[in-house]
């Protein structure tokens, strides 16, 4: 799939969409809603109606009844006999370490809240979550085999540096893993962006990361 930031649609709206479609991967719509339960449901409804959107996140820290909401517009769409996207929440942001959770008041570790968060909403009806390559294993015990985990935060082994606490650190992300490690862990998708785009040789990149993939399936 082709995903879809804020960046672009706030640059070019729902063309970014109807143009990205043609080329023939569904999309996956990153606009990581968040607002009261009423504006996320008029949201995710105006969304649904997109052409070849696959995925829609919004932020599991809205709470339940922000994802409720949610649940219900793409429940009525369901309804209407439309197509409609998986709705995902998206846990603890991987820009985010402990010390950065516990800036913005919330307890840590990141890791536990990850967890806590992706059950809250799957309770909401959401049909899986988006969350850091090192929280996985743990939803994945949590949440069961059928529930999505779509996992950003990954970085080519070449070019993720490691701390001094032993955990890789890359640009801005704080909580990453390689393709390899993501996928063994049990992700259903990986978000790829920095790691191809920023490469010298974009389509090199590209190809090295489907080999990577590729060897985690064997």
């Not at 890791?111 to 899986?128: E, F, P, S, T, Y």
């Amino acid at each position: 799939m082709f995903k879809i930031n804020i960046q672009l649609f706030t640059a070019v709206g729902p063309t970014a969409v109807e143009k990205l479609r043609l080329l023939g991967p569904g999309i996956f719509l990153d606009l990581k809603f968040h607002d009261i339960p009423n504006t996320v449901k008029g949201a995710v409804t105006s969304a649904v109606g997109l052409p070849g959107v696959h995925l829609l996140d919004l932020h599991a820290l809205g709470g339940l009844e922000m994802m409720r909401a949610a649940a219900q517009a793409r429940d009525e769409a369901r309804s209407a006999q439309l197509p409609v996207p998986k709705l995902l929440a998206i846990t603890i942001l991987t820009s985010m370490d402990n010390a950065a959770l516990k800036g913005a008041g919330i307890a840590g570790p990141a890791a536990k809240r990850a967890v806590q968060l992706a059950k809250l909403a799957k309770k909401a009806g959401m049909d899986g979550v988006v969350a850091s390559p090192q929280e996985v294993r743990a939803i994945r015990r949590a949440c069961g085999k059928e529930f999505l985990i779509v996992v950003p935060g990954i970085r080519r082994a070449a070019n993720a540096a490691v701390t001094g606490g032993g955990k890789r650190k890359a640009d801005d992300q704080a909580r990453v893993a390689t393709p390899e490690e993501a996928i063994r862990a049990g992700a259903d998708y990986l978000v790829i962006g920095r790691p191809i785009t920023a490469a010298p040789d974009p389509e090199a990149a590209a190809s090295a990361i489907i080999q990577e993939i590729a060897s985690a399936l064997t």
